[in-house]
């Protein structure tokens, strides 16, 4: 029997939210943009970081020429080449591993996230090898250069056979090499944190983490990583490749 009283209208129950859903987002597309933004401003900052570094190198290069002419007799390019072309090679990976996340191939984004970190380790290896040596010898920043003639390159005493470790030393050849290993140096502590990211992207694709609607982690370190391939590319012809 009707009591002429009107009944509540029943709630609709809310749309089930996406588990990847942060619940200040009202949906993955937004989620995604949002993160791919603050990517973008992180690494404009970063650019602008190490253009900074470049401007120095501009004008210790256009000031001292001589200083660097024969500086690069201590790098190896060999070993910048190869460095070069692991860099390259975990570029392709990293944008392949985005690939394989938006197309939910689970085993492909596993491969190509593990190959990219083994090129990161392989970098740093090489790295290792040639800080290394130049410490070893006594190439390293500022007054404390201090190579002793029988150090020297084998290059360089062959074409200026009246050179001598005092002569660089004389000449700022620490400048050179402390512009060397703050920018490598800076350069390579990027590396190890991207190898850190990839470690935890590694942990969470074997977790099954990752699909066709949410990959945003996968797509956001490997930007960070193409930026980190892209100031290797400039470091390698300014640092190596000065002769």
């Not at 390259?88 to 939910?104: F, K």
């Not at 590694?202 to 977790?207: D, G, L, T």
């Amino acid at each position: 029997m009707s009591t002429g009283v009107a009944e509540p209208e029943k709630s609709q129950a809310l749309p089930e939210r996406p588990k990847e859903l942060a619940m200040h987002f009202d949906s993955l597309h937004q989620q995604y943009n949002a993160g791919k933004l603050g990517v973008w401003l992180f690494l404009g900052q970063e650019l602008l970081f190490f253009c900074g570094l470049f401007t120095a190198y501009a004008v210790y290069r256009g000031n001292h020429q001589e200083m660097f002419h024969y500086a690069h007799y201590f790098l190896d390019w060999k070993l910048g080449g190869l460095n070069t072309v692991v860099l390259l090679t975990s570029s392709l990976t990293a944008a392949w591993s985005v690939r394989a996340a938006q197309l939910e191939q689970r085993k492909t984004l596993i491969a190509t996230l593990v190959i990219t970190f083994l090129c990161a380790a392989a970098f740093m290896v090489v790295k290792y090898i040639e800080y290394s040596h130049k410490i070893h010898i006594g190439a390293v920043w500022s007054s404390h250069f201090a190579v002793a003639d029988a150090d020297l390159p084998a290059a360089l005493t062959e074409r200026y056979p009246d050179i001598k470790g005092e002569d660089l030393q004389r000449m700022g050849m620490g400048t050179f090499f402390a512009i060397y290993f703050c920018m490598t140096g800076l350069h390579g502590i990027h590396v190890l944190v991207g190898m850190g990211l990839y470690i935890w992207l590694i942990i969470r694709a074997v977790r099954g983490d990752f699909n066709r609607k949410y990959y945003g982690a996968v797509d956001f370190v490997a930007l960070y990583w193409h930026i980190v391939d892209i100031i290797w590319i400039f470091l390698f012809p300014l640092l190596y490749l000065i002769g």
